[in-house]
């Protein structure tokens, strides 16, 4: 009898793999759950049980967990954009996508490249059975057991990355470039109360030393793309928030939306301003990483640092009511679309 179900477990594992090696080859394709187990000839139901029992997940789990996973890193080391990255992956829209995307790693694929935060990877399962054992004269750290061996599951590791040469540059300068090829003369723009207190803010900050850059919808704007602001967008060092409050002279604190990102809103001459601070990987420069995929924009003789339209256009929302506007303004100005 014990014999049988070794047997019959035997079995149930070398079809567990196959399942696996199946999903992996056919992951950018169409799975669903009856797909894949009509293919092995076996009810969904059993599949689902072994899969659950060995696994600890269903299939249609796993098969997720994989493909957010493979997600973050596309989106975290290629030029990929969203909602090429949402149909890869089998989703039929963005806005699907980027839910179960921040559901898995705890932020939106519109801040991967912005913040470049740890993302969760999930690794691809390997079933292996070991028999180990027998006599040892000296039990050792090196010839422990493998199942008592100190070991950190691999679904719980995480990548770190941090900006590279290419992706500093890419869609802006580093900070070290000084260069300025954006000017704006205000008098010759349309909403010129909006000018008027976006330039009366950067020079306030400027003077109090503020390390800053314009960020949001704002840099669309501070580009010379013209619209009504209805609130002014400035990204500060991520330490600095106190020193943020004192300059506006709050007595308020920021709020944390998920780790890494945090944001308050004030007033200045009666415009609202969003104040955000976006978090930093380890050993970093924080000036450096500020002003990464920047463009520097002279308003009226003040030179600032502005979010690039690059960046935006390569990581922006499709559907979003500014990205038509930009998409057409860089085909037009010759900027480089990726």
């Not at 793999?17 to 799975?31: A, G, M, S």
């Not at 300025?180 to 109360?193: A, G, P, R, Y």
């Amino acid at each position: 009898m014990q014999k049988k179900q070794d047997r019959e477990l035997g079995h149930g594992v070398m079809l567990l793999q196959e399942i696996i090696d199946y999903i992996e080859k056919n992951l950018l394709e169409e799975l669903t759950l009856d797909r894949v187990s009509s293919h092995f000839y076996v009810s969904s139901t059993l599949m689902n049980q072994l899969f659950r029992n060995i696994c600890d997940m269903t299939v249609m789990e796993y098969v997720r967990y994989r493909r957010l996973s493979l997600a973050g890193n596309d989106l975290m080391t290629s030029n990929i954009h969203i909602i090429d990255a949402a149909l890869k992956y089998g989703y039929e829209t963005p806005e699907a996508f980027s839910k179960a995307f921040t559901r898995f790693h705890g932020f939106p694929p519109s801040l991967v490249r912005r913040i470049y935060p740890k993302i969760k990877v999930f690794s691809r399962l390997q079933i292996k059975i070991e028999i180990q054992g027998g006599w040892q004269e000296k039990l050792t750290e090196d010839n422990l057991p493998s199942l008592t061996k100190p070991n950190a599951s691999e679904q719980e590791r995480y990548l770190e990355y941090g900006y590279n040469d290419s992706t500093k540059l890419r869609g802006g300068y580093s900070m070290e470039h000084q260069n300025c090829k954006f000017h704006i003369n205000t008098n010759d723009m349309k909403q010129k109360e909006d000018w008027k207190i976006l330039l009366q803010l950067v020079k306030k900050l400027k003077e109090a030393g503020m390390t800053f850059k314009v960020d949001g919808s704002t840099m669309i704007f501070a580009h010379g793309l013209e619209f009504k602001l209805d609130k002014i967008c400035i990204t500060f060092k991520w330490n600095e928030g106190q020193k943020v409050l004192d300059f506006f002279g709050e007595v308020a604190e920021f709020s944390e939306v998920f780790p890494g990102f945090k944001y308050y809103d004030t007033k200045f001459s009666g415009m609202k301003v969003r104040c955000m601070l976006y978090g930093e990987f380890p050993g970093s420069d924080t000036d450096e990483v500020l002003y990464q995929n920047t463009d520097i924009v002279e308003i009226d003789g003040v030179l600032t640092h502005v979010q690039s339209l690059e960046f935006y256009y390569e990581n922006g929302e499709p559907d979003n009511k500014y990205y038509k506007m930009v998409e057409e303004y860089m085909k037009h100005n010759n900027r480089d679309l990726k």
